[in-house]
């Protein structure tokens, strides 16, 4: 939780929300299933992670059931956690809340499949988060022959206001990694994450009828990592441990 804490990618002046954000990306530990992952993360970790001293706001995503019909997803579940800096962030690596959190990981999580990120939001649509709605997150693979505090910016900047007039839309987040992620020339498994919230499945649906939605899709290869390699999605519903 504590890495690639060095400079923004995305500047204030770009629309960077104040705070920092973690993302764990998760897989549920072999022989488990789906159900019992789900109840153990909610029930109790969820609670053991809410203690962490100086966490802003604690969320999880939790994939659709019928997500799984044709075998199973990227990931299991998204943890995000917020901290009012990386300071707040750092401080917490030698609390006992923060061992107890790791040492509970092992008891349902995949250890070593594992992915942590350290990110930026940059919010785009500014809308409540629908009660009951669909929140879908997408891992993002900027291009790769591009540098990427310039891929970061044309994300922010050019690409995803295309998708703010999409009626359905309800609110739009992009989480940008921390320029850390590509110290020595290495690219972190995701550049950032976007994050979009609809009313409804349905909703979702009528959106990729849409002009703005087109609008999007002709844009996506002057942002997207075009090697081939798909860039996976997850729909979720959302579980709010901590909002302060």
Same mark, same amino acid.
């Given at each position: $939780? ?10 204030? @002046? $770009?629309?960077?929300?104040? &705070?920092?954000?973690?993302? %764990? ?16 993360? /909610?029930?109790?970790? &969820? ?13 999880? /995503? ?8 044709? &075998? ?9 956690l917020w901290f009012d800096d990386k300071e707040g962030l750092r401080a917490i690596a030698g609390t006992h809340e923060f061992a107890r959190a790791k040492a509970d990981e ?16 940059? +919010? ?7 009660? !009951?709605?669909?929140?879908?997150? !997408? ?16 994300? @922010? ?17 992009? /989480? ?6 590509? !110290? +020595? ?14 009313? /409804? ?9 849409? @002009? ?5 899709? %002709? ?13 996976? +999605?997850?729909? +979720? ?8």
């Amino acid at each position: $939780m504590i890495s690639n804490m060095v400079q923004p990618m995305i500047p204030e @002046a $770009m629309g960077r929300e104040a &705070g920092i954000k973690v993302c %764990e990306l998760i897989r549920r530990r072999p022989g488990m299933s789906v159900e019992e992952f789900q109840t153990y993360w /909610s029930e109790v970790h &969820g609670p053991i992670v809410s203690e962490l001293p100086g966490l802003r706001r604690y969320a999880q /995503s939790h994939p659709l059931p019928g997500g799984y019909r044709k &075998g199973p997803l990227p990931y299991d579940g998204v943890a995000e956690l917020w901290f009012d800096d990386k300071e707040g962030l750092r401080a917490i690596a030698g609390t006992h809340e923060f061992a107890r959190a790791k040492a509970d990981e092992a008891n349902f999580i995949d250890t070593t499949k594992l992915v942590e990120l350290v990110l930026d939001e940059v +919010t785009l649509k500014d809308g409540p988060i629908p009660e !009951g709605g669909i929140k879908s997150i !997408g891992f993002v693979r900027l291009r790769r022959d591009v540098p990427p505090p310039e891929a970061h910016r044309y994300w @922010a900047e050019v690409h995803g206001p295309l998708a703010v007039p999409i009626p359905q839309l309800r609110r739009y987040v992009q /989480s940008h990694v921390r320029a850390g992620a590509y !110290g +020595t020339g290495k690219r972190p498994a995701y550049d950032g994450l976007a994050v979009t919230w609809f009313d /409804s499945l349905d909703d979702m649906r009528a959106s990729a009828a849409t @002009a703005a939605y087109a609008a999007v899709m %002709e844009d996506g290869p002057r942002t997207l990592d075009p090697s081939g390699i798909p860039t996976p +999605t997850l729909l +979720t519903r959302e579980l709010v441990f901590v909002d302060r």
